[in-house]
């Protein structure tokens, strides 16, 4: 039987039933839409909940980091008021320290004219033109600009060019000096008296070419010990006063402190003391042998280790030596240009002549008064303390060596060493 036509304006069924089923869909994605959405915004807000909370911990710490600047300006506050309410006491006990220490030295200087004076009284003639107490003035030197000329150091005769060490060229009968009394050191702080030639050399040819000298000279020996001397690698020329060299070279206060401080150190190193291109060394124990030149100290091994460590870092320098003197000829004397080399050497105790050690013994007494000779000698020889070498290389020539010193007005007015 034939399906009759739906009334006009209604859709077919099927269709209806199409459209029907597209809701159906439609309804359907939007629930699962919506779903997304309500767990989106439920991140969202949890992510916020969580920034909130960092946000506030974050202001927190500001709050606390800004008290405690505050605290610390409060704090910084008050620091510089007691600083500037003990401004003017501090400045005055530096002021009343300075004038201490210049006092002292006054003093220092005073006693030891004083007690020159009076031993040149007592000595006879003859005997009182050879004593003198150790020279070195410690005042601060004026710091000048430029090298000065204008006054030139005077230099005794034996300042002399000696040539590199060598087997042949060793010199072994001692030098003496004609006399400056301690009056002309006093008094004449700038210059150096030169001494008579002819008395000089007559007294080195008598004392060198003696026949005691010849047969006992010291040139016979692998390994000896020098103390007045200086070095037989070097020029010799001085002595010179410290103050005249503070004031030639332009030291700072801090290098003329760090080398006044050598004459109070104790212990058995070197004392030696190097910056920029000098180097100046207080009372050093000669080491000489047939092929080289050391200065030698004694020390742990840790000590060792930073002497080798510091001579690593030295490259060339003008050497100034303070010999053991304890006449008119101590003074700090020029050695010229040298390289400083720690150098390993095997212990050489039992090398030494007994007169050496027995000089070493007494200088090290004099720098160490409580000191045990004999726990000295133990520990040497057993290995406590440890033997301590610095090669010294004379590096310059005499051309060089008056350079330097025309350069910073240390020679004599003739321009020559003599």
Request: proline share 5%; with cysteine.
């Amino acid at each position: 039987m034939p399906v009759a036509d739906a009334p006009a304006g209604e859709l077919p069924v099927s269709e209806l039933q199409a459209l029907q089923g597209e809701l159906a869909g439609l309804m359907t994605g939007m629930r699962k839409l919506q779903l997304q959405l309500r767990q989106a915004t439920q991140a969202a807000d949890e992510r916020t909940s969580l920034l909130q909370a960092k946000i506030e911990e974050l202001e927190a710490q500001n709050l606390s980091r800004a008290l405690e600047i505050q605290q610390l300006e409060q704090e910084n506050e008050g620091l510089h008021r007691v600083v500037e309410t003990k401004a003017p006491e501090l400045a005055r006990v530096i002021r009343e320290r300075n004038d201490a220490l210049k006092e002292l030295s006054n003093a220092h200087k005073f006693i030891e004219d004083l007690l020159s004076h009076q031993e040149a009284e007592k000595a006879p003639p003859d005997v009182a033109t050879r004593r003198a107490s150790k020279q070195i003035t410690l005042a601060p030197a004026k710091k000048l600009q430029h090298p000065q000329r204008e006054i030139p150091v005077e230099s005794d005769d034996e300042s002399t060019i000696r040539p590199a060490r060598s087997v042949a060229s060793v010199s072994i009968g001692p030098v003496t000096h004609a006399p400056l009394t301690r009056t002309n050191a006093v008094n004449n702080q700038r210059t150096v008296t030169r001494t008579s030639s002819v008395e000089t050399n007559v007294s080195t040819s008598s004392v060198a070419d003696s026949p005691k000298n010849r047969k006992t000279g010291k040139k016979r020996l692998h390994w000896y010990l020098e103390f007045e001397k200086c070095p037989a690698t070097s020029v010799s020329h001085g002595p010179i006063p410290f103050n005249v060299l503070a004031d030639r070279l332009v030291l700072d206060d801090d290098m003329i402190r760090s080398i006044w401080s050598l004459e109070f150190e104790s212990g058995y190193d070197i004392r030696v003391h190097a910056e920029a291109d000098t180097a100046f060394v207080y009372r050093p124990v000669i080491l000489e042998s047939l092929s080289a030149t050391y200065l030698i100290g004694w020390g742990d091994a840790a000590m060792v280790r930073k002497v080798q460590e510091w001579s690593n870092g030295i490259g060339e320098v003008n050497l100034f030596s303070y010999p053991a003197k304890e006449d008119s000829e101590s003074g700090w004397f020029y050695l010229g240009k040298h390289k400083l080399t720690y150098t390993p050497i095997k212990s050489i105790w039992s090398k030494l002549p007994e007169e050496d050690t027995e000089k070493l013994l007494a200088e090290l007494k004099d720098r160490n008064p409580d000191m045990d000779a004999s726990k000295f000698r133990r520990d040497v020889m057993e290995g406590r303390l440890v033997q301590c070498c610095i090669q010294l290389e004379n590096v310059g020539n005499k051309v060089e060596s008056l350079e330097f010193l025309k350069e910073y007005g240390l020679l004599p007015s003739d321009g020559r060493l003599a």
